[in-house]
């Protein structure tokens, strides 16, 4: 059995909507949040909901230290005590997934992994982390630099990123694309025949490259078309493509086709030729006689995204409701010696007789 956990609204959206996938049906899934009204249990059987709540407040208000704190409270619960042991027995990898930006995922995905790392010695943890467009707000890419600061700190070596798209809230091609790049890590598009095949000790090699990992299918009716797709993929997707100089990195291909053997080294031409030197590569042919041809591949060993450099210095903190006011000076004509005062109780202003009465 596989296990993927999804941690915060995002880690849950995306675990729900992969509990609907044919390929994910010996994965058992956990939503880790502090509302999990989202998660509609009657309908998903293999979605296991892990409310984290620390008080009468819901969420995290976008504070990591918040997340973080909440899941430790709950590490050591029956259920988290269960989940570390599905963890332990289950195949390889464990993914977990969070976006970067808000408090409660981003928070609580450091103490699991740390855990999961202390109490599963020989596990292959693989974070798939969701970081925010460039131009979101900077709160968002502070707390992306601290979860990766962190994440690192706590021993994590391969991992996943996708980036948002700018100004746009509708999540559902993204969130497909993370739930096909948990299909490609169980090895689920993977078919293993005589002629050349990527097994579970080829992924144990290919997670096993410290770095970044990118994972992409796409299909397409021809060859020519599904090579121009699938570079499409790798170099200008939603896991950002950066180039992996001279990082030790391995390559997997999987190609399905009619001609597969012969098509395989056409259709990845381009991905190849932009990861000149890399350590090894395994390849899953599968001669099929399918309408359409079918492609996934990954990469290992890549460079971290671009972070976004926050110089918090070029701003300050609005301060009173006097920041930066003088009082204004009137012409003596203007002095308003006309007030009603206590000394001075019966008056007369603009001619008006003002006395109280
Ligand atoms: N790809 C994707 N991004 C999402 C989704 N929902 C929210 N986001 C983005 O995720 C970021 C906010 O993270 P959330 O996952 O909502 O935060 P959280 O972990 O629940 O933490 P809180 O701040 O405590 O709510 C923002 O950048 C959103 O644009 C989703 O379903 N898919
Ligand atoms: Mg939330």
Redesign the pocket.
């Known amino acids: 059995m596989h296990i993927v956990i999804g ?4 880690g849950s ?2 675990v729900k909507l992969a509990a609907s996938s044919q390929k994910l049906s010996d994965t058992k899934f956990y939503a880790v ?2 509302v999990t009204s989202s998660i509609d249990m009657k309908t998903l059987t293999n979605v296991t909901p892990l409310p984290i709540v620390s008080d009468e407040n819901t ?4 504070v990591r230290e918040r ?1 973080a704190e909440m899941m430790k409270m709950h590490l050591g619960t029956t259920e988290f005590t269960t989940l570390i042991r599905e963890c332990d027995a289950s195949s390889l990898p464990v993914i977990v997934i ?2 970067s ?6 928070g609580a995905i450091v103490p699991l992994c740390k855990q999961l790392l202390k109490d599963v010695p020989n596990i292959t943890l693989i974070p798939i982390i ?1 970081v ?1 467009a460039m131009d ?1 707000p900077i709160a ?1 890419h502070m707390n992306t630099t601290d979860l990766f600061t962190e994440l690192g700190e706590v021993g994590i070596t391969s991992y996943v990123v996708f980036r ?1 798209k700018s100004r746009t ?1 509708n ?1 559902t091609e ?2 497909q694309e993370v739930v096909t790049a948990i299909e490609i890590l169980q090895g689920k598009w993977y078919e293993g025949t005589t002629v050349d095949s990527i097994d579970d000790s080829d992924r144990k090699n290919l997670f096993g490259t410290p770095g970044r990992l990118i994972g992409v299918k796409a299909e397409a009716a021809n060859a020519g078309y599904l090579k121009r797709m699938i570079t499409e993929k790798v170099i200008n997707g939603n896991q950002p493509w950066v180039d992996p100089g001279n990082n030790f990195g391995m390559l997997a291909f999987s190609l399905k086709s009619a001609f597969a053997k012969d098509d395989i080294d056409t259709v990845f031409d381009d991905v190849r030729t932009r990861c000149i030197g890399r350590l090894d590569e395994y390849k899953d042919i599968v001669a099929s006689d399918t309408q359409t041809m079918i492609a996934t591949c990954v990469i290992s060993g890549l460079p971290n995204v671009p972070m976004k450099d926050v110089d918090l210095d070029q701003f300050h903190v609005a301060s009173g409701m006097s920041d930066g006011l003088t009082k204004s000076k009137r012409p003596s004509f203007m002095n308003r010696n006309n007030t009603v005062s206590s000394k001075n109780p019966v008056s007369k202003f603009n001619g008006i007789d003002v006395r109280n009465n």
């Open positions: 941690l915060g609204n995002t959206q995306i949040d502090s969420g995290s208000g976008r997340g969070s976006s930006a808000g408090g409660t995922g981003s969701v925010p979101d968002y948002n809230s999540y993204i969130n």
